[in-house]
């Protein structure tokens, strides 16, 4: 990614085919798919790249089991086609998970979970008409980095406890094992994005668009305000695309003349909390969790950690930095203590976070649980385009959908090409050579985070011994990351590096409490930025504040 210095000088005062507004994931997509189609964009993001919902998801690429219950069949099918393509079009960044559904005592497997993943499996088909025989020898053929599906099946108690030790306590019979897919959010973001650059697409953060301007009644730019300069800005475009999830309905161009022109959200907040899997080690697998009134929760492996989630309930507060409320942080201790056999204490949380749904409010008052996750694409008078709604596995669909409309309404020739666009460049662990000091577990995640870029941090952690420490004692995070970060990411702060380019934050809250123990974090990024020692010490300073702003720790005030 360009510098913010070259993004601005590159994109303030200029005029665009395309301005996008939002860093999220569909602000990301949309920019890639605009730009693969040969227009020229700029994306403009008001805090860090997917400070936003994108940050803050269940990590998953998946169909979404729970939406066949809402016979919400053709987003279950759309969302099992895009996890498919993922796995091929990033394989270092979207890996499958096994995922367990056990059952107990005299309980039987339920049979109707054995129907919805039998369709799961046939939803899933991407192949129809091939024979296994061709199946099995291209699969052999992409060998490392070609996915597809196995069907569910059920595996017996042993096997259980194989992949998920923390069973053992509850003495399982058997269990039903289907597959979906995890990821990073944002590295996924950052990814798209750094596609998005390669087409030709010019980003910037810290870039809070105010105003949408018109001319005769016509969406023709946008004004922005820097967030280190305070300085205003405008940009000319012909096509002015909003992506500003959960705040999509806070941009207007000034002339709306129908509300349904533009979207109304539904609020719902998730939140999810991270255990050390000392104390509930779901090993490799993901497993499902009972959590009563017929919801279901998850605990599946992440980072080293158990992510533990979600909930799904009607949100009115404040949509920038959703909190994990107590009551949340509670009923999923419960659920998990309950199904586990185990006593975690909120004391016991490594980290936590929430987040807010861009759900589309249709009129009927329906709970959040229930509401679709279809996206939507809104067009005002004035041709501002709003996408919204959608799922973190959708994005490519719903960009593909804001897109197609610009090209529709333009009379281009321009197919979408995201389909067979790679994201990023994959690279196994043994591909890349560790320096001094660097562990197994940091070769691996670095292959997982940035596939073959992973090089340019083990060259930094090569050249300069200091950089190949980790960030914070015992995680394999690199502080060679934090240069990378800085230059190359757009990073700008702490935050920005502990709960985005690296998600430490989240899985190591105790651990990074102070000012003190993110001084390496700081300084790094100040020997990019160029701050001075006082600046150094103010950003470190500003750390524990931003811990409390986004509620990570709910450990701290156990
Ligand atoms: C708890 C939870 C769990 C989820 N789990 C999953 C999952 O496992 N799998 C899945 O597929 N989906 C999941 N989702 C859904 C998914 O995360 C969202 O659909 C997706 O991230 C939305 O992305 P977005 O880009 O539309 O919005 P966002 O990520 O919110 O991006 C919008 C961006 O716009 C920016 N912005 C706002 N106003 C302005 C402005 N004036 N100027 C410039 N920028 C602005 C914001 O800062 C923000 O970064 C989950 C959602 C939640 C809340």
């Not at 329906?366 to 279809?374: F, G």
């Amino acid at each position: 990614m360009l510098t913010r210095a070259a993004s601005i000088e590159a994109i303030a005062g200029r005029r665009f085919e395309v301005v996008v507004i939002g860093g999220g994931i569909t602000g990301a997509g949309v920019a890639l798919d605009a730009a693969s189609r040969g227009y020229s964009v700029a994306l403009l993001e008001r805090g860090d790249y997917a400070i936003g919902t994108s940050s803050r998801s269940s990590k998953m690429v998946h169909g979404g089991l729970r939406y066949l219950q809402n016979l919400d069949l053709g987003l279950v099918r759309e969302a099992l086609l895009e996890r498919q393509l993922m796995v091929q079009l990033a394989p270092h960044l979207v890996y499958p998970t096994p995922f367990l559904i056990p059952s107990f005592g005299e309980q039987r497997r339920d049979r109707k979970v054995g129907a919805g993943l039998n369709m799961y499996d046939v939803m899933a088909t991407t192949r129809v008409g091939r024979s296994r025989r061709e199946m099995r020898s291209s699969k052999e053929q992409d060998e490392d980095f070609y996915w597809s599906p196995d069907r569910h099946r059920t595996i017996d108690r042993e096997e259980v406890l194989e992949m998920v030790p923390a069973l053992e306590q509850r003495d399982p019979n058997d269990a039903y094992l289907f597959y979906d897919c995890q990821t990073d959010d944002v590295r996924l973001v950052l990814t798209v994005l750094g596609e998005a650059e390669r087409f030709g697409a010019t980003m910037l953060n810290g870039a809070e668009v105010v105003e949408v301007l018109t001319r005769s009644g016509r969406a023709e730019g946008v004004a922005f305000v820097e967030a280190e300069s305070g300085e205003r800005f405008e940009v000319e475009a012909e096509n002015v695309v909003n992506a500003t999830g959960v705040f999509a309905d806070a941009i207007r161009p000034e002339e709306v003349i129908e509300e349904e022109d533009v979207p109304r959200i539904k609020p719902s907040r998730g939140t999810h909390l991270l255990v050390d899997r000392a104390d509930l080690s779901t090993g490799s697998a993901a497993c499902i969790v009972p959590a009563g009134s017929g919801r279901q929760i998850f605990a599946l492996p992440w980072y080293g950690r158990t992510l533990v989630g979600t909930t799904d309930n009607d949100y009115e507060g404040d949509t920038e930095h959703p909190h994990p409320s107590d009551d949340d942080v509670e009923y999923l201790l419960t659920a998990v203590n309950d199904f586990f056999g185990i006593e975690l204490g909120r004391g016991d949380l490594v980290g936590a976070y929430a987040g807010v749904r861009p759900l589309l409010a249709t009129g009927d008052p329906k709970k959040s649980v229930d509401i679709s996750r279809k996206a939507e694409l809104y067009e005002t008078s004035s041709r501002m385009l709003t996408i919204t709604g959608g799922k973190l596995t959708t994005w490519r669909r719903m960009a593909k959908m804001t897109v197609d409309r610009l090209v529709e309404r333009e009379g281009r020739e321009a197919p979408c090409h995201t389909a067979e666009i790679p994201l990023g460049m994959p690279a196994r662990p043994e591909d890349l050579e560790a320096p001094e000091g660097v562990g197994e577990v940091s070769i691996a995640q670095l292959a997982f985070r940035y596939g073959h870029a992973a090089r340019n941090v083990l060259r930094l952690a090569r050249e300069d011994a200091k950089l190949a420490a980790p960030i914070a004692e015992g995680r394999p995070d690199l502080l060679a990351e934090v240069v990378i970060a800085a230059r190359h990411e757009q990073a700008r702060s702490v935050a920005d590096v502990l709960l985005r380019r690296t998600r430490l934050g989240l899985v190591a809250a105790p651990q990074l409490r102070s000012a003190a123990s993110v001084r390496p974090v700081a300084e790094a990024l100040g020997g990019e930025l160029g701050w001075s020692r006082r600046r150094v010490k103010q950003e470190a300073e500003a750390w524990p504040a931003a811990v409390a702003e986004a509620g990570v720790d709910p450990a701290a005030s156990a």
